[in-house]
Nanobody, 115 residues
Framework: QVQLVESGGGLVQPGGSLRLSCAAS????????MGWYRQAPGKQRELVAL???????NYADSVKGRFTISRDSTKNTMYLQMNSLIAEDTAVYYC?????????WGQGTQVTVSS
């Protein structure tokens, strides 16, 4: 069974940083494309960052240069390092893992950027 468990969300001031974690079980990183998505109130869910099974990454223009997606294969954990946070980053952030057979989501974690 695939299970994705997120942690690291919370309240942070503008300009601050957060590191989100997604602990994955039941998957092999090399066989999955994984990513972080976010959804703000009244808006559709959008892709934030993606990492392929081969380790290639892609970012939304709005976060490029500020966010970094990475994986630790020994811990089976994916991360999203978020720096220089702004109010527009406020959203529920979701971990995703996709392959040819399944598309799995975490429970979501709230990130609030406010002074």
């Amino acid at each position: 069974q695939v299970q994705l468990v997120e942690s690291g969300g919370g309240l942070v001031q503008p300009g601050g940083s957060l590191r989100l974690s997604c602990a994955a079980s039941g998957i092999i990183f090399s066989s999955n494309t994984m990513g972080w998505y976010r959804q703000a109130p009244g808006k559709q869910r959008e892709l934030v960052a993606l990492i392929t099974g081969g380790g290639f990454t892609n970012y939304a223009d709005s976060v490029k240069g500020r966010f970094t997606i990475s994986r630790d294969s020994t811990k089976n954990t994916m991360y999203l390092q978020m720096n220089s946070l702004i109010a527009e980053d406020t959203a529920v952030y979701y971990c995703n893992a996709r392959n040819t057979l399944r598309n799995s989501w975490g429970q979501g974690t709230q990130v609030t950027v406010s002074s």
